[in-house]
């Protein structure tokens, strides 16, 4: 069980239970330094794609080859989620762009995670910027999605990052451990957490954070996890980097340490998201 558990991407939950494994037993070969997380690459279509654009996507991805060792999210518009459920090759999961914190009611244009789950869809996609800024998200109601979609066996890939005017006031690790930290209040279990950091300043404009600049908030990040929510999670969870991945500087940011994958945007709608996906060596 375990062993399935690491060839899922439910490392954390495999790590805890290697953990007591290890308690229990002095010929354990088992140790916190050896479990690597996998790589995990999403597509986040934003609100982009006709059924024969999307089409289009879905073939370039069944054509591939993906590497079989990257775990493929694609984030897909909601009026499409059953269409892709339906028509994606097996290896490529999917999630919505968002979804509300309760399981049903009075919210005119929203989605659930049941509704999600129904149909089902196991990802989604939250507190992303854009939602962040042009629908004006606040860090807490992006936490009480992000607690209620992992309460309804959702898997979230949570979106943190800072603005350009915040990054250029020395802001950006106090930006992110706050935003990481209104998420950290409101649950207790992050193994079905991937982090999605993304620079405001990076997304859709063509300037991508350097691998160092990248590598640098991550590593920050990790060891702020470590002291604040725990080494054990700091150790497990998966931060991707997001903003301006293409083909062309997806290998070198996927060389750094502490990046464990992407969250792509444009490059996710043409062939070289291919090429992303297969970034990691
Ligand atoms: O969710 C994805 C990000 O917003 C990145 O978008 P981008 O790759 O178009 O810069």
């Known amino acids: 069980m375990i062993i399935k558990l690491f060839q899922s991407s439910h490392r954390l939950k495999a790590q805890q239970l290697l953990k007591k494994h290890c308690n229990s037993t002095t010929s354990c070969h088992f140790h916190q330094g050896e479990m690597g997380r996998k790589f995990v690459v999403g597509g986040?279509?934003?609100?982009?794609?006709?059924?024969?654009?999307?089409?289009e996507i879905l073939a370039f991805l069944k054509q591939g080859p993906l590497n079989?060792?990257?775990?493929?999210?694609?984030?897909?518009?909601a009026i499409y989620l059953d269409h892709v459920k339906s028509n994606?090759?097996?290896?490529?999961?999917?999630?919505?762009?968002?979804?509300?914190?309760?399981?049903?009611g009075a919210f005119t244009g929203e989605i659930s995670p049941v509704m999600l789950k129904d149909i089902g869809v196991n990802w989604v996609i939250l507190g992303h910027?854009?939602?962040?800024?042009?629908?004006?998200e606040s860090d807490e109601l992006v936490a009480e999605k992000v607690s209620f979609a992992l309460s309804n066996g959702l898997r979230v890939i949570a979106c943190i990052?800072?603005?350009?005017?915040?990054?250029e006031a020395g802001k950006t690790e106090e930006v992110v451990f706050r935003q990481t930290q209104a998420i950290a209040n409101k649950i207790?279990?992050?193994y079905d957490v991937?982090?999605?950091?993304?620079?405001?300043?990076?997304?859709g404009t063509g300037k991508t954070a350097t691998p160092q600049q990248a590598q640098?908030?991550?590593q920050a990040l990790r060891q702020w996890i470590s002291q604040n929510i725990s080494p054990d999670v700091a150790n497990s969870i998966r931060i991707q980097y997001g903003g301006s991945v293409t083909g062309a500087n997806a290998q070198e940011l996927a060389s750094q340490p502490d990046i464990d994958g992407f969250l792509v945007g444009g490059a996710s709608l043409k062939p070289e998201f291919v090429n992303i996906v297969n970034a990691r060596q």
């Open 88 to 104: 994606a090759p097996a290896n490529v999961e999917v999630a919505a762009q968002n979804c509300y914190k309760v399981d049903k």
């Open 188 to 190: 207790k279990d992050w």
């Open 216 to 218: 640098e908030v991550h």
């Open 161 to 167: 990052g800072e603005t350009l005017q915040e990054r």
């Open 194 to 203: 991937v982090i999605a950091y993304e620079p405001v300043w990076a997304i």
């Open 129 to 136: 910027s854009e939602r962040r800024q042009i629908f004006q």
């Open 68 to 77: 079989e060792s990257t775990e493929i999210i694609v984030g897909v518009p």
């Open 44 to 55: 986040n279509w934003k609100m982009n794609g006709t059924k024969s654009q999307i089409n």
